[in-house]
């Protein structure tokens, strides 16, 4: 693409009728539907405008694009919390720009549980909640890999099917690009996937169907305003009606000054973690909100991990936006393209769903070649001790160079989601930071669970199996990382039980709520989903932007 779709910072006005704040699946999809039906619209977006070409696709660079004081703009957003980590990221358009592109429907028993108010229990039942998620779907142009059980990696997630028994197993919906070469259903110029492995981060080759291709250009050109760089901070309720917005206008090596802005209509789509932040540091400067805020925190019982240097090549290693390098002769395909589905006639807390997340890519292949000998031996589970000679040579191979015969290529990442028990907390800390506590959170027994299934896994592929998380000094062992972060603000039927209405209104903590302040993202969601989420994200987005815009004055 080589027209921005982000306006000039020297035309954000003083005052609009509606602000989005982010522009993930939330954001650009509200912005999006608002926008369509004739109602004036502005996306603050703290981060930058990625343009295809410019992400990262070598180890200094994405070194250099991780968001930390002294590079707001980052694409990499990590927060190192005491009990459990999360990765996200940062950017026009959000998370959608390193995700994994996975489009996967909870299970329907998932909407029965009674976490979820009444009124979305009702439309999961009637099948009328599906509609939403169609309209999405089709909107970002899922689908699955047209060749899935031709890549090397699936093959190897089939092979411990052979053992199991109630269980799904084929290839996802993904939001990549398969067929279009050249303007989209919106105007915009895609190429086909090259199977090159770098979706989580960035894609080079314009091929994922990242929000940045779909919802946010079709939102400018339905009159939206779109603007990066800008950070809200807190949020502040006008006597008159409306809210004052403060904010900081962020470069690339420092953080800006406070300012202020105003709307009318406030939609928080800064991200499970951003948008219950905002709220917090709102609260602390006065705004009244339901006291279960930051409550439910889950990491849709994500767990990594490993299996290493097996007995069979993977085909794992990514290549990039670089089909003319020798390193393209590996044909890895998109990061996730299939999944295992266990225990389907159990209860859907017994359940889990394992992915390949399995390609490395390009910018960190030769990292893990180094990184990944030393992990395995201090923190691995041997399974393959009989075949020692065969697996030190292919070790040998990857330390004397790239090498599609080395360890890393005969190594599988997985991906497992499960129900966890949705205990964290979100809290600002004394450095006015973000924390998430949850003291508890490895003593879910579904994690017991997971880790047999990742070990039977490992030694199918007679690899050693490695828990991919990062060493926590608090507790002596790994935490877990999520990239799935969800809860925090509560879809609810009153204050005492979620921080957002049905609609995604904000309750006022006093038996009402917050006229035109709403929550649209991952934080509203009040359970984990054992599925990749954001396709739910964005279902829910479009049935609440659909309200806001049938609304009088826009909700």
């Not at 699946?25 to 405008?49: D, F, H, K, M, N």
């Not at 960035?202 to 050109?221: E, S």
């Not at 904010?247 to 939609?267: F, I, P, S, W």
Request: with cysteine.
């Amino acid at each position: 693409m080589s027209e921005h779709l982000a306006n000039s910072s020297g035309q954000l006005r003083s005052e609009y009728e509606t602000i989005v704040v982010g522009s993930g699946y939330g954001g650009a999809i509200t912005a999006a539907r608002l926008a369509e039906s004739g109602r004036p619209v502005c996306i603050l977006e703290r981060g930058r405008e990625w343009i295809p070409g410019d992400f990262p696709d070598t180890g200094e660079k994405l070194a250099g694009a991780v968001r930390r004081k002294g590079n707001p703009l980052g694409l990499f957003d990590y927060y190192l919390c005491k009990d459990i980590d999360v990765l996200k990221g940062s950017g026009l358009g959000g998370s959608s720009l390193v995700n994994a592109n996975v489009a996967l429907r909870p299970d329907p028993e998932a909407f029965a549980d009674p976490r979820w108010p009444k009124l979305y229990r009702d439309l999961a039942a009637s099948g009328e909640l599906w509609a939403y998620y169609q309209r999405a779907e089709q909107m970002l142009h899922v689908g699955p890999h047209p060749k899935a059980l031709e890549l090397t990696k699936v093959q190897m997630i089939q092979k411990a099917t052979a053992k199991l028994t109630d269980y799904k197993f084929g290839p996802l919906n993904i939001a990549v690009n398969f067929d279009v070469d050249g303007p989209n259903h919106v105007g915009v110029q895609q190429k086909k996937c090259i199977n090159c492995g770098d979706c989580i981060t960035g894609c080079n080759v314009t091929a994922k169907n990242t929000l940045y291709m779909n919802y946010l250009p079709y939102a400018r050109q339905k009159g939206a305003e779109i603007f990066t760089q800008i950070e809200v901070r807190k949020i502040a309720a006008r006597p008159g009606g409306g809210y004052t917005i403060t904010y900081r206008h962020n470069q690339a090596d420092k953080t800006g000054e406070e300012r202020t802005l105003g709307a009318k209509q406030v939609v928080l789509s800064a991200g499970t973690l951003g948008s219950t932040e905002i709220l917090l540091r709102s609260v602390a400067a006065g705004l009244a909100v339901s006291g279960r805020l930051g409550e439910g925190f889950s990491g849709n019982g994500d767990f990594l991990a490993l299996a290493y240097n097996g007995a069979y090549r993977t085909n794992v290693l990514g290549y990039g936006n670089h089909p003319e390098s020798e390193r393209a002769q590996v044909q890895p395909g998109p990061t996730i393209v299939s999944a295992i589905q266990y225990d389907r006639g159990k209860p859907l807390d017994q359940r889990i769903t394992l992915q390949d997340f399995t390609t490395f890519p390009s910018g960190l292949v030769d990292t893990f070649r180094y990184a990944l000998p030393p992990l395995a031996l201090t923190t691995g589970k041997g399974t393959h001790w009989g075949h020692v000679v065969a697996h030190a040579e292919r070790v040998g191979r990857d330390l004397v160079g790239w090498n599609p015969e080395g360890a890393a290529n005969h190594s599988m990442v997985y991906l497992v989601m499960a129900i966890d028990h949705g205990a964290g907390r979100m809290t600002l800390g004394g450095d006015d930071k973000l924390q998430i506590t949850w003291p508890d959170l490895l003593k879910d027994p579904i994690f017991d669970k997971v880790k047999a299934a990742l070990l039977a896994h490992a030694q199918t592929l007679d690899a050693t199996y490695v828990h991919l998380g990062r060493f926590n000094p608090w507790t002596l062992r790994n935490n877990l990382v999520t990239a799935h972060p969800l809860g925090g603000c509560h879809l609810a039927e009153s204050a005492d039980r979620g921080v957002v209405d049905v609609d995604g209104t904000v309750f006022d903590g006093k038996g009402g709520v917050h006229a035109g302040l709403h929550v649209v993202d991952g934080a509203i969601i009040p359970m984990a989903l054992a599925v990749n989420p954001f396709i739910t994200i964005s279902a829910f987005a479009e049935r609440i932007a659909e309200r806001l815009a049938a609304a009088p004055g826009g909700g």
